[in-house]
């Protein structure tokens, strides 16, 4: 099962990250898939705030993981591999899939990169620029518990927006009653 989101700009970005966030437990894996620009970190931006993570989270690209206390008492690992040359070779050296292996929530920036190391079971969540503002979401679980997580976040949905204020279009979802227009 496929699911295919579109924001209209960063904070339902952001609130879809923190929807998700919310249900994340130790050992889950985010694998996020798109262009610079695309609105990964944003998204990882929600996913720390659904968890509890009041410190500011900017992109990794220069330190390639940051590691960040959530209220839960695990720890987000948040990953950029776009620098990252030999690609899977390099991942292992900076411990990626140890990081991965960890009783933490893993979030991977270019995860087609280091791609060998993603665990079996993982959400993957691919997103593409359809314009300025817009940014087309899919997220593809791979296994069980991402399966179970992506069913999860999309059956709160409709209510997690409302009480952040946001509307989403949502498409090929006939399991999902259309939010109501709030407005923001
Ligand atoms: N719907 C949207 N969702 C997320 N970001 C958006 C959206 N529309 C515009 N943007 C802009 O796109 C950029 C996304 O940046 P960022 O999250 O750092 O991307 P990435 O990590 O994929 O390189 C930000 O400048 C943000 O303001
Ligand atoms: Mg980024």
Redesign the pocket.
Known sequence: MQQTLI????N??EALGAALGRLLHAGDVLALV??????????TRGVARGLGIDEPVT?PTFILVAQYSSAAGFPLYHADCYRLEQAAAEALDIGLDEMLADDGVSVV?WAERVEPLLPADHLRIT?AVLD????ELTFEPHGPRAARLLRDMLARLPRELSIANVQLSIDNSPEIPSLPSIGH
């Open positions: 924001t209209h700009n960063e339902e970005t798109g262009d610079l620009g695309a609105g990964k970190t944003c998204l992109s920036e997103l300025d503002n817009r940014r």
